[in-house]
């Protein structure tokens, strides 16, 4: 998605807002494209700014959203918490918390958020796909194989390579390499810009399995993605502020 051209839109839709509401909206997408595009002390201003609009569960889940893409998952863990102590309790921020309840390792909490967010959603006859991938790794990484494999494969009929690509972590964990190497392979198949994890996990089981030749190749590859990642990254900051 393009964020500059989210906060083009939103420049324009600020002069045509005529309720708090209005306001509340399009502040929050303002928020979250600059907080996509890494441009955190604009995020930050504009959550500020939304909270003359906005009521606290929802400016307190944005703080958290923030803290999140920074990487302070303890910081994000108490912004979500506000806004649950001000009522909001939905999908999004269980998903949110359940996800920094995982990388700080409190697993149960995590679980405890995913399985809400799950709950929900099997009364609705859908399935949310980050949650359903959350609930995969928290199984990982508690050892429950059996709930592992139920979550991966649900995931197949979502999205393949992310399917191939969380099987392969797993067979890894288990200690099967090669079958951890040919799921990796298949998941890089599966999608025709594969992700910069699936191929550094793809080069780490080449290397392990004695591939010392292909994995330099795979090393390349993924050097070259990171270095376009970083190449857009830092065009992106080069550009004006549209703030």
Known sequence: RD????????????????????????MSYRAKA?????????????????KEYAPPRNVYYLEGFLNRKQRKNQDAINSYLESRRNGR?????NRELGQC???????????DCVQKVLR????????????????????????DENLAEKSIDQLRDIDEAAYYYRKSRFEFLLGDKYVAEQDAEKAKISNNNPRFQTLAHLTLCKIVNGKVD??????????????????????????????
Not at 89 to 93: I, S, V, Y
Not at 101 to 111: L, S
């Open 214 to 243: 292909e994995a330099a190749y795979r090393d390349w590859e993924t050097d070259r993605k990171s270095t376009r990642l970083n190449s857009s990254h830092s065009a992106k900051s080069r550009m004006p502020s549209s703030a």
């Open 120 to 143: 929900r959603q099997q009364d609705r006859k859908r399935v949310n796909f980050y949650a359903l991938d959350l609930q995969a790794q928290i199984a990982i990484a508690l050892g």
């Open 101 to 111: 309840y995982f990388f700080v390792g409190d697993y149960e909490k995590a679980n």
């Open 89 to 93: 309790d939905d999908e999004a921020l």
């Open 34 to 50: 600059f907080i996509h595009q890494e441009k955190w002390q604009e995020a930050e201003q504009e959550i500020q700014k939304l």
């Open 3 to 26: 964020y500059s051209k989210v906060i083009e839109a939103t420049e324009v839709a600020l002069n045509k807002c005529k309720s708090k509401s209005d306001y509340e909206t399009v």
